[in-house]
């Protein structure tokens, strides 16, 4: 299974990004799998910031990212995304995707996202 995350960068407080995250190799159809967004700033723990259901129909966000931030998926493309939008300082982090389905969990390597003037 690969999760593989792409999109981040650097970008001055205020401006939009959009990440991706493309699966491949699952046992069962993406679209079977709850696909969520967390992040983790230098010295904190990982934090979720965005989940959306297997049909994606139901989304959920962290209250730092309400108003700001959309998830969104492509069941067609095996792809999840995050639009951010008036991005701030604080959201700089490294921001992972992630598959479960179950028992089972997965998890990609990460895309650094920094916001700085």
């Known amino acids: 299974v690969q999760l593989v995350e792409s999109g981040g960068g650097l970008v001055q407080p205020g401006g939009s990004l959009r990440l991706s995250c493309a699966a491949s190799g699952f046992t069962f159809t993406f679209s079977s799998y709850l696909m969520r967004w967390y992040r983790q700033a230098p010295g904190k723990e990982r934090e979720l910031v965005a989940h959306?259901?297997?049909?994606?129909?139901?989304?959920t966000y962290a209250d730092s990212v309400k108003g700001r931030f959309t998830i969104s998926r492509d069941n067609g493309k095996n792809t999840v995304y995050l639009q951010m939008n008036s991005l701030k300082p604080e959201d700089t982090a490294v921001y992972y995707c992630n598959a479960r389905r179950w028992a089972s969990e997965f998890w990609g390597q990460g895309t650094q996202v920094t916001v700085s003037s």
């Open positions: 959306i259901s297997p049909g994606g129909g139901s989304t």
